[in-house]
């Protein structure tokens, strides 16, 4: 396999997925904005090399994922005055994996492009446990002979890859799954809540429930977590609300989801209940409901 691989941001999600692409044979180099951190470990211990600069990854790069925070974060590493792009070799193909909306992929699929340089915006689903065991859903916005190369990369990261369409379509369809498992989160933790005030174990409905109409994939592996107060992240909570912001952005003023509003107001209110609560994973939304309780 003689496709270099750049991979800036080994936090949680990135440092597993950067793992695995080096397991299955591609050599890889590596980009952590803070040195030492555990995803940087993880790929390190994989095969993967580790750069002291984004630059060092880029130059020698075929292929340049990014998984990185928030927008500022992806326009700034590409886009800036001292960007990653102005490295990269003419062709070289950007994939982002972090969750940016539709407009920031547009945005930078033109401006790469005008660098002949190529861009694809490939969202990903599933957790750290997803990207641990490389069955993330990944969905691809951009040029589908782009996604037809990188298509090899994507099946050592997923078990479920797709091509959604045009640049920004990935980014689109991630954020229709970001509704449903931030309202499902809504669910889950009322379900919990309930059972504990009737006298229920609460194991019960994550035992019973997962297998009927009402399992979800959050209810299998995040109910347990509530139940036994793990608030230790697998998507944190600000991550979330990041996201949730970016389905504000795309609505028009006659437009509501008032389902995506209460799950906001949540986890608002979980992450506000402690220092650290923005840190902690989406199931600690179960906070919400002590403190109403309270």
Not at 118 to 126: E, H, I, K, M, T
Request: hydrophobic share 40%; glycine share 10%; charged share 20%.
């Amino acid at each position: 396999m003689d496709q270099q691989i750049a991979y800036l941001g080994l936090g949680i999600m990135g440092g597993a997925m950067a793992a695995n692409l080096a397991k299955a044979g591609f050599p890889v180099l590596g980009w952590n904005r803070t040195p030492g951190r555990p995803g940087a470990k993880l790929a390190e211990s994989h095969g993967a090399r580790i750069t002291e600069t984004a630059d060092d990854a880029v130059k020698q790069a075929d292929v340049v994922f990014l998984c990185l925070s928030d927008v500022a974060d992806i326009e700034e590493m590409l886009l800036g005055d001292n960007s990653v792009s102005k490295v990269a070799k003419p062709g070289t193909l950007f994939i982002d994996m972090s969750t940016t909306g539709p407009e920031c992929a547009q945005k930078l699929h033109h401006e790469l492009s005008q660098q002949h340089l190529r861009f694809l915006d490939a969202p990903v689903s599933g957790g750290d446990v997803g990207a641990k065991n490389a069955t993330l859903t990944i969905m691809v916005g951009g040029d589908n002979g782009d996604f037809q190369e990188a298509r090899p990369l994507f099946d050592c990261l997923g078990k479920s890859v797709t091509y959604c369409g045009p640049s920004g379509s990935g980014q689109a369809v991630k954020l229709c799954n970001q509704i449903l498992c931030a309202v499902n989160m809504v669910a889950i933790t009322e379900s919990i809540h309930l059972a504990k005030s009737v006298g229920v174990d609460p194991q019960l409905v994550v035992d019973i429930c997962s297998t009927g109409a009402g399992g979800s994939w959050a209810l299998t592996n995040l109910g347990p977590k509530i139940i036994q107060e793990d608030r230790k992240p697998g998507f944190k909570i600000k991550d979330m609300l990041k996201d949730l912001r970016l389905v504000e952005e795309l609505l028009t003023d006659d437009q509501a989801l008032p389902g995506t509003e209460l799950a906001m107001q949540n986890f608002q209110r979980a992450m506000s209940d402690t220092p650290d609560g923005g840190d902690q994973g989406t199931q600690a939304m179960i906070r919400a409901y002590r403190q109403k309780s309270s």
